[in-house]
């Protein structure tokens, strides 16, 4: 080897700026830097972005149709989802199966479900505002990749961690927000509907029957 080619392995720039990003969060992830949703995965299993890759069983990167028009984006995995490495797979999970059903839409067929972080916080914790933006350029990804036309953000976390705080759930839940080319609703979260049980006009289950409907006129609508 010529003493230049020698030389040349101590360079900097032979590390590829791409292989840097889950060393640290300042490392930029810019659009189109994956091809596909298994390589993002693969980089989401070796983060530590954030502290909260130190703890992981798995990364919940997401689930469902890589092309769905709808993609529901929720806060961050629990226990279940860091066992399995899939998300919304537990009490809340089967409830958002349930509502999806209730208006025939089908997880693995129109919908792609993921989260703002892809480690579990601990104890359930919300993530932080640092923990969401180290983690939000992976989710920047999987919407290029999956290019929904409707965004569900179930919770306030998953609404602040996407598009910024917007108010009350109790406020904005139901109503259609533009962001970037597509239309978001912010809806409850199932846990709390775990949480609320009650069907009565205006209570928590009643108002996500009425949003679920409107999510399947205007799925409806932007289909036809
Ligand atoms: S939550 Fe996101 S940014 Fe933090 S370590 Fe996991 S994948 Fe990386």
């Known amino acids: 080897m010529s003493s230049e080619n020698q030389l040349s392995l101590f360079d900097n720039s032979n590390f590829q700026q791409k292989d840097l990003i889950p060393t640290d969060a300042k490392i930029p992830i810019p659009s189109g830097t994956y091809p596909s949703m298994t390589e993002l995965a693969q980089h989401c299993n070796d983060c530590h972005r954030c502290g909260l890759g130190e703890n992981r069983t798995h990364a919940v990167v997401g689930?469902?149709?890589?092309?769905?028009?709808?993609?529901?984006?929720?806060?961050?995995?629990?226990?279940?989802?860091?066992?399995?490495?899939?998300?919304f797979v537990g009490r809340s999970g089967q409830l958002l199966e349930k509502i999806l059903a209730s208006v025939e839409l089908d997880t693995e067929k129109d919908v792609y479900i993921s989260n703002i972080n892809k480690c579990r916080p601990p104890n359930n914790r919300a993530p932080s505002t640092k923990e969401m933006a180290a983690c939000k350029p992976y989710l920047f990804e999987q919407l290029r990749i999956v290019d929904p036309k409707i965004i569900l953000l179930t919770g306030a976390t998953a609404v602040k961690g996407l598009i910024g705080d917007k108010g009350a759930m109790g406020t904005i839940r139901g109503k259609w927000i533009e962001w970037e080319g597509r239309l978001c609703m912010p809806i409850f979260h199932?846990?709390?509907?775990?949480?609320?049980?009650?069907?009565?006009?205006?209570?928590?289950?009643?108002?996500?029957?009425?949003?679920?409907?409107?999510?399947?006129?205007?799925?409806?609508?932007?289909?036809?």
């Open 63 to 87: 689930r469902g149709n890589l092309k769905a028009l709808i993609m529901i984006v929720g806060e961050a995995p629990g226990q279940n989802e860091d066992e399995t490495g899939l998300p």
């Open 190 to 224: 199932p846990s709390y509907l775990l949480r609320n049980p009650s069907r009565e006009v205006g209570a928590p289950k009643w108002l996500m029957w009425q949003d679920i409907q409107a999510v399947r006129a205007k799925f409806d609508e932007i289909r036809h």
